[in-house]
């Protein structure tokens, strides 16, 4: 039973008469049953090449294989092979199956689908006696080349059968290939205007491989890569091929390395921007690969696809193909709505980006990193209560992260996570790879001949990472032990460095995190999130290489005693950090956070909302300035945190006690307020910048207020 549906079986069969040699049918039949089951997957993609595989079922339309999700066929346990047709109502197993789909009766015919099965799984083709029934209408009549070894079905774009095409190989001769056209039920190719195979999987799709032949067409399908060929490939005869489904799409033709193979990806070129493709680019296969490889080898190799299409030698219809066709990028590819950003951390942190963390040896940078690995895997859908790091909330989408640390032994990865994080809903979505115990560092970046390279290693890495479906965070620490060129001083190797980061992001759509160092800046202490990056290590490439950077920079100690007085903490040197985003390509919030070492793991926590209530150990103070940023607003001449009308510029409007106070300590009592949702900043009208200070409520908040002339704001600042 399927649910409540009964199917049918071959147990239900009438008793057929038995071939020679046979003693005991039903023993055989389940012989072969189970030899087709253990090879179910592949059988079900030879029957029906449109269908797909999803969380252990097999998905198409019908049984005739047409596209659709209607029809599931069960791939493993003791239901395996079990099919059901949800709009027919009926359902059977993968004996009852391979006849229906093949179009002969699974009861009169019985000995004929034994047969098929049986060629198919390579045994040799017994004959059949007399009583064998008649060849119904639209089947293919035996012939003098024996067993069929191989058959692929052409289907038009909606999913109707339209050709068969048969492989055999008869002993002495060479292969054959024979098409049978459903539809006159004869052994021939239409006349003109032959389909080309996968039309369903064409129609779909945007960009297209061309190969010769079925089978290794076939290969590269069974792999999620949309191809084609035309039918006899390279031995078709191209006039007669009907093109025009390949109109406006983008084409890689994949030839045989052999002379007939590159003169088909030729002709085939032609016929193809004839009939309207969008680009055209001819493979050349690699020069070390041996006579007539194709698709199909480089599949049964394991060789990466994806990567070996991209990073593959090009030529054009009319010559070589450039690395960049600029007709690929006009406008019309950025049409309609543009994507929305996505984030890792909300407001704060993009998701698909290559970015770093920098910091002072021994800050705690490799804990921070490792504790949002620990909260990414952590993440559930939905959640009420995101998780915070560096200061916004997880975005609630479930994922893997990865972390290569290089300094760390698995040990003390151990006692790290020990510390960090009890359980998880998935322990397989954090991988933490310590390198001392992995074969130690993995150099992502060499010097070559001609300057910089990316390493094998690094492709290795990569080929791993594009193994993870639900990839979401990267993390490689620290930077020195992964860079094999000098990339501090060296501008080339810190950009190529970068480079490989974000492909790998945009191939993986993951974040890709390094963390890096500071340089020595002897005694003078950072105050700023401009110093802090002044004070990342290296070139200015390693920098302006990734797209976001994060800085983590010591409090100076008289602040470190008050942040400890503050929380009821002892003071303890090295244990106060600021922490900002100091680069980023887009709009995030950069406010200036304070981190406080929990002493128990060494982690940095962040505890700006907690000082944001006790500044000064009085919550008057805030309030204070809350409420002249407030009235300052309402009467039409709103500060902001810096520039002409800000805080410090502007002091003599605030109240006596906060006239004294620097412009340091005024602004970080500011970020506190903007942390805590005291303060909000604001696009005012005429402006292009979110920088207007205003109370939640107030009317630059709302989008309403309007400047007043006075001592406040001048027009020139107003559109600044």
């Not at 025009?244 to 032609?270: F, N, T």
């Not at 910089?452 to 690094?458: H, K, Q, R, S």
């Not at 800085?551 to 244990?575: G, T």
């Amino acid at each position: 039973m399927i649910g409540s549906h009964p199917y049918l079986d071959f147990n239900d069969a009438e008793p057929q008469s038995e071939l020679p040699g046979i003693t005991d049918r039903a023993q055989e039949k389940e012989e072969i049953k189970t030899r087709l089951l253990g090879r179910v997957e592949e059988a079900l993609r030879y029957l029906m090449p449109a269908g797909k595989v999803r969380h252990g079922q097999f998905h198409i339309g019908d049984v005739a294989g047409a596209p659709g999700e209607s029809m599931k066929v069960e791939l493993s346990g003791e239901k395996a092979g079990v099919w059901y047709d949800h709009a027919e109502g009926k359902g059977g197993d993968i004996l009852d199956l391979w006849a229906r789909s093949r179009g002969i009766d699974p009861v009169a015919r019985f000995g004929d689908v034994m047969d098929e099965v049986r060629a198919w799984l390579g045994d040799p083709m017994r004959v059949a006696t007399s009583s064998t029934p008649p060849r119904q209408k639209n089947d293919p009549p035996m012939d003098d080349l024996g067993p069929h070894t191989g058959k692929w079905d052409y289907f038009d774009a909606d999913g109707q059968l339209l050709v068969c095409v048969y492989r055999y190989d008869p002993p002495g001769k060479k292969k054959q290939f024979r098409p049978w056209d459903v539809q006159s039920g004869k052994w021939q190719a239409p006349a003109s205007h032959r389909p080309l195979y996968n039309l369903p999987g064409i129609a779909q799709a945007d960009d297209v491989v061309l190969v010769e032949g079925e089978k290794t067409a076939q290969a590269l399908v069974d792999i999620g890569i949309t191809a084609t060929t035309s039918m006899h490939g390279s031995n078709a005869p191209v006039e007669k091929t009907d093109w025009s489904p390949l109109r406006g799409k983008r084409l890689i033709i994949w030839p045989d390395r052999d002379k007939p193979g590159w003169e088909y990806a030729q002709s085939a070129s032609k016929a193809m921007k004839a009939a309207g493709a969008k680009s055209i680019s001819i493979l050349i296969p690699p020069e070390d690969k041996p006579e007539k490889w194709d698709a199909a080898d480089a599949v049964a190799e394991g060789m990466d696809i994806q990567s070996f299409l991209r990073n593959a030698q090009y030529a054009g219809p009319d010559g070589p193909k450039r690395r960049i066709r600029l007709r690929d990028w006009t406008f019309d590819r950025y049409l309609g709505p543009a994507p929305e950003r996505r984030w890792l951390i909300d407001g704060v942190l993009p998701l698909g980006i290559p970015g770093m963390v920098a910091a002072i040896g021994g800050a705690g940078k490799s804990m921070l990193l490792m504790d949002l690995c620990a909260k990414v895997a952590q993440v559930e859908s939905g959640s009420p209560m995101p998780m915070e790091a560096l200061g916004g909330p997880l975005v609630s989408v479930p994922g893997t992260a990865v972390m290569f640390t290089a300094e760390d032994d698995a040990d003390e990865v151990h006692r790290r996570l020990a510390g960090l994080v009890g359980a998880l809903p998935d322990p397989s979505r954090l991988i933490v790879v310590p390198l001392p115990n992995a074969g130690g560092a993995i150099p992502l970046v060499a010097m070559g001949r001609e300057g910089p390279v990316l390493t094998d290693a690094y492709e290795e890495m990569r080929a791993e990472l594009l193994e993870i479906p639900d990839l979401r965070l990267v993390v490689i620490d620290p930077l020195q032990s992964f860079a094999g060129g000098d990339v501090n001083s060296d501008p080339a190797a810190g950009a190529m460095f970068f480079a490989g980061l974000g492909r790998l992001a945009a191939e993986t759509g993951s974040t890709t995190l390094v963390a890096h160092h500071f340089r020595k800046v002897g005694m003078k202490p950072i105050h700023t999130a401009a110093e802090a990056r002044e004070a990342i290590r290296g070139t200015t490439a390693l920098v302006d290489g990734g797209r976001w950077s994060y800085a983590l920079w010591e409090a100076d100690s008289d602040e470190a005693e008050k942040v400890c007085e503050k929380l009821n903490r002892r003071y303890q040197r090295d244990s106060v950090y600021k922490g900002a985003v100091v680069k980023s390509n887009w709009p995030t919030d950069k406010t200036i956070r304070t981190y406080v070492r929990e002493p128990s793991i060494g982690l940095l926590q962040e505890r700006s909302i907690d000082l944001a209530l006790r500044v000064e150990g009085n919550e008057d103070l805030s309030k204070s300035l809350a409420a002249a940023v407030g009235r300052a607003a309402a009467n039409g001449q709103p500060f902001t945190k810096s520039g002409v009308s800000g805080l410090f510029e502007r002091r003599s409007e605030l109240p006596g006690d906060l006239q004294d106070y620097s412009k340091h300590r005024l602004t970080e009592i500011v970020e506190s307020l903007l942390s805590s949702g005291g303060l909000v900043q604001c696009i005012a009208p005429g402006s292009r910048l979110k920088k207007w200070l205003d109370v939640p409520g107030g009317e630059f908040a709302l989008g309403v207020g309007e400047f007043q002339l006075g001592s406040g704001p001048t027009e020139e600042n107003v559109n600044g």
